[in-house]
Nanobody
Framework: QVQLVESGGGLVQAGGSLRLSCAAS????????MGWYRQAPGKQRELVAA???????NYADSVKGRFTISRDNAKNTVYLQMNTLKPEDTAVYYC????????????WGQGTQVTVSS
C-alpha cells in the first residue's frame, strides 16, 4: 500500500496562498484518482478536490476558482495550490488515493495544518 506524506501547510493571512504537496512512497501512476480532503475543528472530513490519472478534476463548490489540484506521476506527488484563502479554509488537509472521484480507499496520513487568519 502506498504511504502518503502531506506537507506545505502553515499560517497565512486571508487572501494569501499556499501550495500543499503529497509525496507517495511508491508509484501513483496506476491509481485511478487522487484527492485532497480537509477536516476543520468540530466538522466532518470533506472532499476538497480530486484528479484522475488522465487529469480530469473535480472540486467542492466552496473552493472552485480558488484551488487547483495537480499530479506529477513522474515524481509520485500530488499538489493542491490554494489561492485567495479564507478563514473558513482553516483545517487539516489530507491526501488520499481514490477508487473513483468520490470514493477513497486506504489509510489516512498525518495531514498538514492550514490556518488562515482574518
Amino acid at each position: 500500500q502506498v504511504q502518503l506524506v502531506e506537507s506545505g501547510g502553515g499560517l497565512v493571512q486571508a487572501g494569501g496562498s499556499l501550495r500543499l504537496s503529497c509525496a507517495a512512497s511508491g508509484s501513483i501512476s496506476r491509481i485511478n484518482a487522487m484527492g485532497w480532503y480537509r477536516q476543520a475543528p468540530g466538522k466532518q472530513r470533506e472532499l476538497v478536490a480530486a484528479i484522475t490519472s488522465g487529469g480530469s478534476t473535480n472540486y467542492a463548490d466552496s473552493v472552485k476558482g480558488r484551488f487547483t489540484i495537480s499530479r506529477d506521476n513522474a515524481k509520485n506527488t500530488v499538489y493542491l495550490q490554494m489561492n485567495t484563502l479564507k478563514p473558513e479554509d482553516t483545517a487539516v488537509y489530507y491526501c488520499t488515493p481514490m477508487a473513483t472521484m468520490t470514493i477513497r480507499f486506504g489509510s489516512w496520513g498525518q495531514g498538514t495544518q492550514v490556518t488562515v487568519s482574518s
